[in-house]
C-alpha cells in the first residue's frame, strides 16, 4: 500500500474531458463519472480478477481498492492506472493474498530502450523479454515505450 507518483501530462489518453474543463456541477459530475468508469474499463481490460474492485478519481489521484492473487496483478493495475494522461498519482489501498516481492518501477527517459533498461537491472540486455512480459498487457510492442512512461521491473 502507498502512494505511486507518474507524470501528469504523460499516458494514454482514456479522458475525454477534464472536470475542470467544465462550469455547471451536474457537468462536471458527469465528467468525473465517465473518466472513473474509463480507468475502470482500462483494468478490466488487462484480464485481471479483483476481489471487491474500486476506483476513484480525486483531482489527479486515483485511489484503488481490492483484493487481487499477485504481487504482479497489483502492480499491474496499478501502473495501468497511474500511467493515464491527467493523473499524478494513485493511492494504492489494495491487498495481495498470496504476497510476493515487490517489483522496482522504472519511469522510462528520452532514449530508453527495453534491452538498455534490462542491462542496468540485470546486467544483460538479453533479459528485455523479462520486462516486457512484467509489463503485458500494457505493453503491446518492445519497441513501443515513451519517456515518462512507469515500467515493472520484476526481481529476478
Do not use: W
Amino acid at each position: 500500500m502507498g502512494l505511486f507518483s507518474f507524470l501528469k501530462n504523460a499516458g494514454a489518453k482514456l479522458f475525454k474531458r477534464k472536470k475542470e474543463e467544465v462550469t455547471k456541477p451536474e457537468e462536471a459530475e458527469k465528467v468525473h463519472e465517465t473518466n472513473v468508469e474509463a480507468l475502470r474499463s482500462a483494468v478490466a481490460d488487462l484480464g485481471i480478477e479483483v476481489k471487491d474492485f474500486f476506483v476513484d478519481l480525486q483531482e489527479d489521484t486515483v485511489i484503488v481498492f481490492g483484493e487481487v492473487n499477485s504481487q504482479a496483478d497489483k502492480e499491474k493495475i496499478i501502473l495501468t492506472l497511474g500511467n493515464v494522461e491527467g493523473v499524478e498519482q494513485v493511492d494504492d489501498r489494495m491487498t495481495v493474498i498470496v504476497p510476493e516481492p515487490e517489483a522496482d518501477f522504472y519511469e522510462v527517459k528520452k532514449g530508453d530502450s527495453l534491452s538498455k533498461i534490462a542491462k542496468v537491472y540485470y546486467g544483460d540486455a538479453l533479459k528485455y523479454p523479462v520486462i516486457f512480459e512484467a509489463n503485458k498487457p500494457m505493453l503491446k510492442d518492445p519497441n513501443l515505450i515513451y519517456p515518462g512512461q512507469v515500467l515493472r521491473i520484476p526481481k529476478l
